[in-house]
């Protein structure tokens, strides 16, 4: 099921999170809850948050939003590469690639 909440205070977020993580039973102890996040650093807050208010933080997945969607991608469409192209190591190689290119090309418009 996908809620979302929405509020300007991250501490009434993470109280209606903990409230339905704590009052909804799920039907499989082995299935991960998923909460989309926008930095690790905000994971950890999460966990922290989560175990302080109901006594444990377990089986918790915080995908970034763009992992979460290559992972939909992934299964509802068959030929979707495992590793998304836009991802951090290989958008890094491809810009090393392109770089002598750009270089070359900046030259010759100063000349």
Excluded at 36 to 53: D, F, H, N
Excluded at 65 to 81: A, C, G, N
């Amino acid at each position: 099921m996908l809620n979302v909440f929405q509020s300007n205070r991250l501490e009434a977020l993470v109280t209606i999170l903990s409230k339905q993580m704590s009052d909804n039973a799920v039907d499989s102890v082995l299935t991960p809850d998923t909460i989309l996040v926008q930095s690790p650093g905000m994971a950890q807050w999460l966990k922290l948050e989560i175990a302080k208010s109901n006594g444990i933080a377990a089986n918790l997945a915080f995908p970034l939003p763009s992992s979460f969607i290559w992972r939909l991608y992934q299964k509802t469409m068959p030929d979707i590469p495992e590793q998304s192209p836009f991802n951090k190591d290989r958008m890094t190689w491809i810009l090393f690639k392109l770089l002598p290119q750009f270089l070359t090309h900046k030259q010759n418009l100063t000349l």
